[in-house]
């Protein structure tokens, strides 16, 4: 069975930096792309970075550019966010996923459970 | 504001069939076939239920589908249940600076 589960979430204040974690198991990891997609309380989903099987292709919304950084280690089946000088908009539960193919940004399943991030002073 | 436009809600009876409408531009949706659909229920994660326009991923019922014109895509829930009473977002891949884009859900209500 396909899992992965998020990790790092929590209050940090606007600012400050923060490093989220995915963990991946059940499929072969560094076979896929992956990305994170973000959603605010009460809003939309909303894409926020996405990263080709072996890292070599990162892409990134234009609202995080320059700020976040995506990676990930093949050998530990993880994928990492990076997020630098948070706003209160970054304020957001976190969801790591699973694309469909290896370097593509198409759809994506499945997902994990979401790790929350809240930015406040 | 979300770059695709979707109905904040939609409702039917049981039984009854329902669509969700989901409207881009054409350098979104109307550009290319890698719109997705995805269910998510009260303090869940998304699930993928449309791929590539009008695929069903396995174990996804027949009673969902999916189609496009131009520039607006959308998902036809048939023979409505109670479990369909969920949240709803389409999405497209963009190609630009923004590569996905998401809709801003649709809130579908059983009656």
């Known amino acids: 069975e396909v899992q992965l589960v998020e990790s790092g979430g929590g209050l940090v204040q606007p600012g400050r930096s923060l490093r989220l974690s995915c963990a991946a198991s059940?499929?072969?990891?560094?076979?896929?792309?992956m990305h994170w997609v973000r959603q605010a309380p009460g809003k939309a989903l909303e894409w926020v970075s996405g990263?080709?099987?072996?890292?070599?292709?990162?892409d990134y919304a234009d609202s995080v550019k320059g700020r976040f950084t995506i990676s990930r280690d093949n050998a530990k089946n993880s994928l990492y966010l990076q997020m630098n000088s948070l706003r209160t908009e970054d304020t957001a539960l976190y969801y790591c996923?699973?694309?469909?193919?290896?370097?593509?940004?198409?759809?994506?399943?499945?997902w994990g459970q979401g790790t929350l991030v809240t930015v406040s002073s | 504001q979300s770059a695709l436009t979707q109905p904040p809600s939609a409702s039917g009876s049981p039984g009854q069939s329902v669509t969700i409408s989901c409207t881009g531009t054409?350098?979104?949706?109307?550009?290319?076939?890698?719109v997705s659909w995805y269910q998510q229920h009260p303090g869940k994660a998304p699930k993928l239920i449309i791929y590539?326009?009008?695929k069903r991923p396995s174990g996804v019922p027949d009673r969902f589908s999916g189609s496009k014109s131009g520039n607006t895509a959308s998902l036809t829930v048939s023979g409505l249940q109670a479990e369909d009473e969920a949240d709803y977002y389409c999405?497209?891949?963009?190609?630009?600076?923004?590569?996905?884009?998401f809709g801003g859900g649709t809130k579908l209500t059983v009656l």
């Open positions: 996923a699973k694309d469909w193919y290896s370097s593509s940004w198409y759809w994506f399943d499945p």
């Open positions: 059940g499929f072969n990891f560094d076979d896929f792309a």
């Open positions: 990263i080709s099987w072996n890292g070599g292709i990162t």
């Open positions: 054409s350098s979104d949706v109307g550009g290319y076939n890698y």
């Open positions: 590539e326009v009008s």
């Open positions: 999405s497209s891949y963009a190609g630009g600076n923004n590569l996905v884009v």
